[in-house]
C-alpha cells in the first residue's frame, strides 16, 4: 500500500525553512509518496496559517490528518531524539583529542614551516569537525539553509562532519594523498558554490553553521575563506 504525505512549506527568495526541508527528507527516508507544497511568498504563508489555524511551518498531513511540523512528524514517525541527559559534546572532545594523539603518532609529525600551514589547516579542521559532532541535529539544520547538496539530501549535512573529521586526521597521520584529498576537495568545492551563492547571488543574510549549529556567525567571508582554505589545501596536495 502506497503511503503518502502531504507538506506545506516556506521557500522564498531570501528564506529557506530548514525544518521544511527536513521533514521533507524523513517522510521520503520513510517511503513516503510526498506532494510537496511550497509557500513562496509571506502572503501565501499567512494566508496557508490562517486557513488551518497553525502559526508556523512547515505543517504535514498524512492520510489527510495533520500531523503538525517537523518535531511532531518525529514523534509520529518514532524517531524523537531523546530528552534524558546527553554527553555528546563532552564525549566528542575527547575522541577528536584521541583521535588526533593516534594520528600524531600514526604518522611523523613534521615541524619545519613548510609543513606549519598543512598543520594549522588539519588540525582547525579536528576543531571544527568536533564543534559541529557535539550537536550533529543542530549543525543539520542550519547547514540545510544555505548548503546546495544538503538541501537534496539532508544525509550529506550529518556526513559532512565526518568527512571534515576525517580529512584533517588524515593529513595529520600523513596518509597518502589519494584517501585525504579527495574528501576535502568535495566539501571544500561545495562549500564554496553554495556559501557564494547565498552570500554573494542570493544576497541572504544567514547564519554559519561551520562552528556548530548554535552559533551567531554570520555567513559571509570567513565562511568562504574556511571553504577555500579546504580546497586550495586539496589542490595543493594532489599536485
Known amino acids: ?41 509571506r502572503e501565501e504563508t499567512d494566508a496557508f496559517k490562517n486557513k488551518y489555524a497553525v502559526s508556523t511551518t512547515p505543517q504535514v498531513f498524512i492520510d489527510e490528518k495533520r500531523i503538525g511540523g517537523f518535531e511532531a512528524l518525529r514523534e509520529y514517525l518514532d524517531e524523537a531524539p531523546s530528552k534524558s541527559t546527553r554527553y555528546t559534546p563532552v564525549l566528542a572532545i575527547f575522541s577528536m583529542a584521541a583521535l588526533i594523539a593516534v594520528a600524531l603518532n600514526f604518522g611523523t609529525l613534521h615541524t619545519s614551516i613548510q609543513h606549519m600551514p598543512a598543520l594549522f589547516i588539519a588540525l582547525s579542521m579536528c576543531f571544527l569537525a568536533t564543534q559541529k559532532l557535539q550537536d550533529l541535529d543542530a549543525f543539520a539544520t542550519q547547514f540545510v539553509t544555505y548548503d546546495l547538496l544538503a538541501q537534496k539530501r539532508v544525509s550529506y549535512a550529518y556526513a559532512y562532519a565526518y568527512l571534515e573529521a576525517f580529512s584533517g586526521l588524515a593529513m595529520i597521520a600523513q596518509l597518502p594523498v589519494w584517501i585525504a584529498a579527495p574528501p576535502m576537495a568535495i566539501i571544500g568545492t561545495l562549500g564554496t558554490v553554495s556559501v557564494y551563492k547565498a552570500v554573494y547571488i542570493d544576497k541572504r543574510e544567514l547564519k554559519c553553521a561551520c562552528v556548530g549549529g548554535n552559533s551567531k556567525v554570520p555567513l559571509g567571508v570567513i565562511s568562504l575563506t574556511e571553504n577555500l582554505a579546504m580546497l586550495g589545501m586539496a589542490i595543493w596536495m594532489l599536485t
Open 1 to 41: 500500500m502506497t503511503k503518502t504525505a502531504t507538506i506545506y512549506r516556506m521557500k522564498t527568495s531570501d528564506h529557506v525553512c530548514p525544518f521544511g526541508i527536513r521533514a521533507k527528507d524523513l517522510l521520503r527516508r520513510r517511503g513516503y509518496q510526498i506532494t510537496d507544497h511550497i509557500l513562496t511568498n
